[in-house]
């Protein structure tokens, strides 16, 4: 405990104080002012991207990339909430964004839960043991962990990088907080620069050593790197915008490799070894870009309305998308014809949830957990 003019202050919250202080000295706009349509356009490129990896593993298996999309994503918006928190008038407080976390994202996914339990009953093959082996990982956020050491997760495998992010949102908040409270603003930048050296190292290293691709894979540690990628670039809008404003314009190339890479047929190892690090870095540039906005019509093709619509729904089409195509492949073999089949119903439960789940608990939500910053974060990883 640290006494200062009479009064007890805990470690904690002199460390709060400081970040106060720094997120207040911050010169930029504060992102979150304002719903930027075009990075829900990037959602529906990314979901887009995820769904049809799924649908056709053979044809576009790094399609996926998609999710590393989502990743740098939500951690340039959580970052960007959580330092905006730390200069408004109440503060950051933990308990309260882990409540916001908790009550955006698990009510959506409940329902999934019981939908791929109760399919699991109906399925052919082992699908429906590993299914219910899986949920009580998935509830707890567990399940890439579960998967990392080698087991199958059945209707549940996406659930993995629901874990991550999870997992993520608990500790990056006080590392930030402690980052600020002792090194100040630039502090906080060369602690997530020097975490995404470490988690980049870190997979390459096993990688090298003869590590599984489960592990590497669903890894916490090896995957963490893309989201601090994200992380970096929320404080680089906020120390460094003429750097940002430079960078962003590398957006439409970085757009283009991302395409290139989710459709190349590149194995596993090179993107452990380098092709992670080159999509996060791409999905930066991408995000600065269409953050500082444009007027080319690529940019405005990320504002289309359907397009916007897609990416507003594209949490809850994540969650379903997958165990509606291993449900819908069981009936239908054909590729195109499983393809048609899931989004239509994909769709539909995508927008049911929205409507019916996710929306009323955001209403419900902001009179029962007192909000500092209103919170434009959609989802971990469908933000």
Known sequence: MLTMSGVTTTPLALCQQKCKHAAQSMGSPDLLSRRITALD?????????????HDDEKTFANGGLG????????????????????????????????????LRLMPALIPVLAFAVFASFVLS?????????????????????????????????????LSIEEQFYLVWPLILGLAYGFKGERGVLWTAVTLVAVSTTWRIALTAS??????????????ADQLLVGCSLA????????????????????????????????????FFYVGDTVVAVCAAALISWLVLGGASRLHAAFELAPVVGLGRISYGFYLWHYPIILVVRDRISNVIGCGFAAAILSLGASVAS??????????????????????????????
Do not use: C
């Not at 962003?248 to 395409?259: A, D, E, M, T």
């Not at 789940?357 to 974060?377: H, Y």
């Open 125 to 161: 093959g082992s699908i429906d043991a590993q299914t219910r082996s899986a949920a009580p990982f998935a509830l707890v956020y567990l399940s890439n962990w579960y998967r990392a050491f080698g087991h199958e997760a059945g209707l549940l495998a996406h659930t993995w990088s």
């Open 210 to 223: 003869g590590a599984s691709f489960d592990r590497v894979y669903n890894g916490t540690d090896t995957q």
């Open 354 to 383: 929205f409507r019916f789940v996710e929306r009323p608990i955001l209403r419900w939500r902001k009179r029962v957990v007192s909000v500092a910053v209103e919170d434009q974060v959609a989802a971990p990883v469908l933000e």
């Open 41 to 53: 356009g990037l959602r529906a490129l990314a979901i887009t991207a995820v769904f049809v990896a």
């Open 235 to 270: 404080l680089l809008f906020r120390q460094s915008p003429r750097f940002v404003r430079g960078f962003s314009r590398l957006g439409p190339v970085g757009l283009v490799v991302i395409v290139g890479l989710m459709v190349s047929q590149l194995d596993d190892d090179f």
């Open 67 to 102: 999710v590393e999309v989502f990743f740098v994503l939500s951690g340039f918006l959580i970052t960007s909430l959580v330092v905006a928190e730390y200069g408004s008038v109440t503060g950051f407080k933990y308990r309260r964004f882990l409540a916001r976390r908790f």
